[in-house]
T-cell receptor, first 114, second 112 residues
């Protein structure tokens, strides 16, 4: 049981490039989410999904796209990378759509945009 | 929407002392309040959580208290140890609201 798996662990991009951060969970969780973590700002929600085929925006969605074609996978796409998107990205999941359940985080992807 | 404020931003204690971190929230309907510990370069890990139907919860050296009237909740760590050094995040979410809102974190340093 691997939990929440994120790939890659580190990535350096040039401004304007696109890429996809991968997130997979093997716990059959309905709810999955993406956060970015910047120094002094805690964790901010980018996008979330309450089940396959359903996604919604979080607090800071601009510049990012998501899709949820399966229960297991929830990729995050950067359309045209900007230096302001340099951050640590965490994927998380929880058992149901109800918000009062604990979330399980992946190890994170450290992304630098030059 | 929900807003969570966390204080202090940094906290230094001596080993064996107690540490208290406080958070306030804005939405009186919020009913779930988890606390996460994040060690340097690692993922946030849930250490304790509390739901609005209880006022206090304990797990060994860690406790969380909730004051719904004042809309604040606190993390208490007793008999601190150097391995407690980390960044601690509080969070809150209203019922049915699919977004967990985090505080900005408290860096706890426990000196031997």
């Amino acid at each position: 049981n691997a939990g929440v798996t994120q790939t890659p662990k580190f990535q350096v991009l040039k401004t304007g490039q696109s890429m996809t951060l991968q997130c997979a969970q093997d716990m059959n969780h309905e709810y999955m989410s993406w956060y970015r973590q910047d120094p002094g700002m805690g964790l901010r929600l980018i996008h979330y999904s309450v089940g396959a085929g359903i996604t919604d925006q979080g607090e800071v969605p601009n510049g990012y796209n998501v899709s949820r074609s399966t229960t297991e996978d929830f990729p995050l796409r950067l359309l045209s990378a900007a230096p302001s998107q340099t951050s640590v990205y965490f994927c998380a999941s929880r058992p149901t759509g109800y918000s009062n359940q604990p979330q399980h985080f992946g190890d994170g992807t450290r992304l630098s945009i030059l | 929407g929900e807003n969570v404020e966390q204080h202090p931003s940094t906290l230094s204690v001596q080993e064996g002392d107690s540490a208290v971190i406080k958070c306030t929230y804005s939405d009186s309907a919020s009913n779930y309040f988890p606390w996460y510990k994040q060690e340097l370069g690692k993922r946030p890990q849930l250490i304790i959580d509390i739901r609005s139907n209880v006022g206090e919860k304990k797990d060994q050296r860690i406790a969380v208290t909730l004051n719904k009237t004042a809309k604040h909740f606190s993390l208490h760590i007793t008999e601190t140890q150097p391995e407690d050094s980390a960044v601690y995040f509080c969070a809150a979410t209203p019922p049915g609201f699919q977004k967990l809102v985090f505080g900005t974190g408290t860096r706890l340093l426990v000196s031997p």
